[in-house]
């Protein structure tokens, strides 16, 4: 299905809209409307996806700052899916080739760590997404 990279109406210069693919291997039977179909790995959004989303869920994101917010964010993912890597390794019997099933944003549930954490006076996390395994059909 392909991907509409509209610009927004406030918008006052053009973004990126090439998508860089990640390293994380997918298992969705039934994929978001955001990833290619026929693709062995998740498809990080484009600047001008992630600028949209962000205004979507009722942030006020720079035009100028997407390039380095898309790039953050792809390294924090790739570096969460080595720690879920490592910690499936523990279950290396059932499964030694994970996949991703699908990405569960959250972004107004929060885990009970962030929730001490705020009571501590630390800034709620930006947005929340719980990943979902699959361990081999599992």
Request: net charge positive.
């Amino acid at each position: 299905m392909p991907v509409v990279d509209n610009t927004a109406s406030s918008q006052g210069s053009s973004l990126d809209t090439s998508r860089q693919k990640s390293s994380i291997p997918i298992a969705a039977s039934e994929l978001p409307k955001h990833q290619q179909s026929g693709s062995d790995v998740w498809v990080y959004p484009s600047e001008q996806q992630f600028y949209n989303a962000m205004k979507r869920k009722g942030w006020d994101p720079n035009e100028q700052d997407m390039s380095k917010v898309v790039s953050i964010h792809n390294t924090v993912n790739e570096r969460a899916w080595q720690h879920i890597l490592a910690w499936e390794a523990l279950h290396a019997c059932e499964c030694q080739q994970p996949k991703l099933k699908r990405f569960q944003g959250k972004p107004n549930e929060f885990s009970p760590k962030a929730r001490l954490l705020n009571l501590l006076g630390f800034k709620l996390p930006f947005d929340r997404h719980d990943w979902v395994v699959d361990r081999c059909g599992k």
